[in-house]
């Protein structure tokens, strides 16, 4: 439930505040399609990590040997922990509206 709600902060409220007010539309489709391309990378990625490293037991399952499970989910941990420090990079609004934030409204701005 709660990796629900991630989600959801990620793809719909966080490009609704870091990009241009005329920008929405895209900037959404942008981040949903970033979302789910991760989510099956991830997917698919984890079953191929996850195999014994042991040739004879990955090959009993199909699979190429890789990493085991143990590795496997420590590289999850450690691409959570970059998308955690990555997120205290998106700019804070302050108050401000988009369009002052984007500097749209400016004299002289093409």
Known sequence: MEAQKQKKLVTFIVPAEIYPARLHATSHGISAASGK???????????????????AK??????????GVRNSLFTLAGCSLLGF??????????????????????????
């Open 58 to 67: 990955a090959a009993a399952h199909g699979y190429p040997p890789s990493i």
């Open 37 to 55: 391309v991760g989510a099956i990378i991830g997917s698919f990625g984890f079953l191929y990590l996850a195999q014994s490293p042991d040739p």
């Open 85 to 110: 420090l990555l997120t205290f990079l998106v700019p804070e609004p302050k108050g401000k509206s988009l369009e002052e934030m984007s500097r749209e409204n400016e004299v002289g701005q093409p």
